[in-house]
């Protein structure tokens, strides 16, 4: 497994070792011990799939309390991730970092707590499966503005994004109720 710290150290890209033959493909999803070894110490308490179509962006989310250090994958499809540092003490407080990932490259991303996450499907369709380290508390869930001038994430959108109305009432980080 090759594990590779994003522009927030701490957000880390994780791809697989995949063993693969005219079957088809094998790869360890979750490891305890690898990742581990790699510096993911977590405990998960909940899987999330979810099934979105192209243009559909969910996010910035995140849980003010109960957060959620999150594992991301796609098993069909193709996604443009995105994560951003909201912990005011963090000398990276408010950048973000994205990344490609599809069912064809089998990478994991680990967003640990303390990011607001969110993605857009930039192909067709798009499955997303991913592990929380604790469990959802709609009552704790927030959600920062996507396309907030303040953070300034280059979305590669192909139209206009498709929002839930969770999403389109977010607030702007400068509004927000952050980590310390």
Not at 70 to 98: C, H, M, N, Y
Request: with cysteine; hydrophobic share 40%; glycine share 8%.
């Amino acid at each position: 497994m090759k594990v590779t710290p994003t522009v927030l150290p701490e957000v880390l890209l994780v791809e697989p070792k995949v063993f693969g033959d005219t079957r088809g493909f094998f790869f360890e999803s979750w490891n305890e011990q690898s990742f581990a070894a790699a510096g993911i110490t977590a405990r998960f308490v909940q899987d999330n799939h979810s099934r979105s179509a192209r243009n559909v962006l969910r996010g910035l989310h995140y849980q003010i309390q109960q957060p959620q250090g999150k594992l991301v994958r796609v098993l069909a499809g193709e996604i443009f991730d995105v994560v951003v540092d909201i912990r005011r003490s963090s000398p990276q407080f408010g950048r973000w970092t994205g990344v490609n990932l599809s069912a064809e490259s089998n990478a994991s991303l680990w967003v640990p707590t303390g990011f607001a996450h969110g993605f857009c499907v930039i192909s067709e369709f798009a499955e997303v499966l991913y592990k929380t380290t604790d469990f959802y508390a709609p009552e704790y869930e927030r959600s920062i503005f996507w396309n907030d001038p303040d953070i300034g994430i280059v979305w590669p959108l192909s139209g206009p994004p498709v929002l839930s109305a969770k999403d389109v009432g977010a607030v702007r980080l400068c509004d927000a109720e952050l980590f310390t």
